[in-house]
């Protein structure tokens, strides 16, 4: 599984963005998809997370009410909205492919890694 995202840019706070996550293969389906951030000096850190079916999602609770996590498994891809963004959003955002039943939200297990996007948001 290759994946590919899109949609980072410069926002002002309390601005909207819509990250995309396109990825090869026919085995899409399969997978949960999750989004993690990774700040410069921090760690990667968990976002948000989707089931194979878009059944289940999780969210970290410093985007909860904020972004939601979809998935649109005919066209192989999967999206971030990010509404109501801070500067503390501003990030490296990544996608990443679990192959996995029940969604997770560590980043060691996952398989596949996209190359990421950067969103940085203004005060």
């Known amino acids: 599984v290759q994946l590919v995202e899109s949609g980072g840019g410069l926002v002002q706070a309390g601005g909207s963005l819509r990250l995309s996550c396109a990825a090869s293969g026919r085995t899409f389906s399969s997978y949960a998809m999750g989004w993690f951030r990774q700040a410069p000096r921090k760690e990667r850190e968990f976002v948000a997370v989707i089931s194979w079916s878009g059944g289940i999602t999780y969210y970290a609770d410093s985007v909860k009410g904020r972004f939601t996590i979809s998935r649109d498994n005919a066209k192989n891809t999967v999206y971030l909205q990010m509404n109501s963004l801070k500067p503390e959003d501003t990030a490296v955002y990544y996608c990443?492919?679990?192959?996995?039943?029940?969604?997770?939200?560590?980043?060691?297990?996952?398989?596949?890694w996209g190359q990421g996007t950067q969103v940085t948001v203004s005060s």
């Open positions: 990443a492919a679990d192959f996995a039943v029940v969604p997770r939200r560590t980043p060691d297990d996952y398989d596949y």
